[in-house]
């Protein structure tokens, strides 16, 4: 969680000016910058591969699991998170009067005199994300979230006196597996305790009485996105209770004017499709079904050639085509799978008479890290519609210097 004092911007939109809750966000920059901060390429000296001491090497493969290679799904999410949150904070400026109607009163009631500004009207927008295990969903969501403060302090705005003191950005919880509104709304509450830094509110009693106070809370926090993860635990088979779990968050989208941000595994997108309105809700900011990469993928040549990279074998084993077709067959475009599979295939080498990685010693490290996804069906069914690609240009993966740099630009497959 990471918490900033507010440093404001000036707004693009003549909308957006003098609201302290755009300004305060991160200002809007080039792909190209954005992407430097998603970039996490651990240090890495070809000393260290030539240490003598194979436990000593065998730690350093830790290091893998740190990477992160922006992928070229990575720009589309970015930005339309970055839209969402504007979009939604742009109908509450502390200053308004309106936003004063929208704090002091419940969602479903308006003061008699209308505020000369006008009554709330929420821009909150659904979006949704849906991929299978390993394709990188969670990992572009915690660089993509990640690059706004979880929470932004204000005092004064401009010389002007603030009421608002604590802003939270956005949160992150899980879907509940029976799918409880209760469960739900308990987890959002003690998530925004955290991150305002306060005592655990104490839950309301009756389910009405709950969905009033998390309201109220996330109101006066004002909250900027609300991220679901594992919303595959949705499901439309029993009577009732998913489709009121479903209504309550698209209350919060179209009552308090919160985005929700819909992460999930498959068949999440088939339960949606059922209905238009949820379809056409969850789908009105962002939609993007994440999927494995195919071999000749700019994505995948990019992610396995900064993978590969990270060898401490005390032999340096170039990356061949041969080498790259193995990797992408084992974990069939899984990136999860593939770095798991590299770092164990170096992990079952290193101190042995000869540390080249093979494809052997690929197919070695794939069984010893993914003995139990390579069992799954998904993964059975995903080998045998695989198709053998035309080999493209072979690639000379250079030696790895100390430090390594986040490419300039990304592009697009």
Not at 74 to 86: H, L, M, S
Not at 298 to 304: G, M
Request: overall charge neutral; charged content about 25%; some cysteine.
């Amino acid at each position: 969680m990471r918490v900033e004092n507010a440093v404001y911007h000036d707004a693009i939109l003549p909308e957006h000016k003098g609201n302290p809750l755009i300004e305060a966000l991160p200002p809007k920059l080039p792909w190209h910058e954005v992407m430097q901060e998603f970039c996490n390429y651990p240090d890495y000296s070809e000393e260290i591969a030539a240490h003598p001491d194979p436990l000593f090497r065998d730690e350093y493969l830790n290091r893998i699991d740190e990477l992160r290679q922006p992928l070229t799904d990575y720009e589309r999410c970015f930005r339309a998170v970055e839209r969402a949150i504007k979009k939604g904070y742009s109908a509450k400026n502390p200053f308004s009067p309106t936003t004063a109607q929208f704090l002091h009163y419940p969602v479903d009631e308006r003061p008699d005199i209308e505020p000369r500004t006008g009554f709330f009207q929420p821009r909150g927008d659904g979006l949704t994300l849906v991929g299978d295990s390993g394709v990188g969903k969670t990992s572009m969501i915690e660089q993509v979230m990640g690059y706004f403060p979880s929470l932004i302090q204000h005092s004064v705005y401009r010389g002007k006196r603030l009421d608002l003191r604590k802003q939270v950005v956005w949160i992150k919880v899980d879907c509940p597996s029976n799918s409880s509104v209760r469960d739900l709304c308990e987890e959002i509450l003690s998530t925004l305790d955290i991150t305002l830094g306060e005592d655990k509110t104490k839950p309301a009693g009756t389910i009405g009485a709950l969905i009033r106070q998390l309201e109220q809370c996330m109101k006066s926090s004002f909250l900027g996105m609300l991220v679901i993860d594992e919303m595959q635990n949705l499901k439309f088979k029993r009577t009732g209770g998913e489709n009121n779990l479903l209504k309550f968050l698209h209350r919060l989208v179209n009552k308090l004017g919160v985005p929700v941000f819909f992460i999930a595994n498959p068949p999440f997108d088939q339960s949606l499709i059922k209905e238009l309105k949820a379809a056409r809700r969850a789908e009105s900011g962002y939609h993007y079904t994440m999927s494995i990469l195919v071999r000749e993928s700019v994505s995948w040549n990019a992610f396995i050639e900064q993978l590969w990279n990270y060898q401490w074998t005390n032999v340096y084993t170039e990356l061949t085509e041969e080498l790259n077709d193995t990797l992408h067959m084992l974990s069939v475009g899984n990136i999860d799978m593939a770095s798991r599979t590299y770092r164990e295939a170096q992990r079952l080498l290193i101190g042995s008479h000869d540390e080249r990685i093979t494809s052997s010693a690929l197919q070695a490290g794939y069984e010893s890290a993914c003995g139990l996804s390579r069992q799954t069906e998904e993964i059975k069914e995903l080998k045998v519609a695989s198709i053998t690609l035309p080999q493209g240009k072979k690639r000379n993966t250079p030696k790895n210097n100390a430090t390594l740099t986040c490419p300039r630009f990304l592009i697009h497959r």
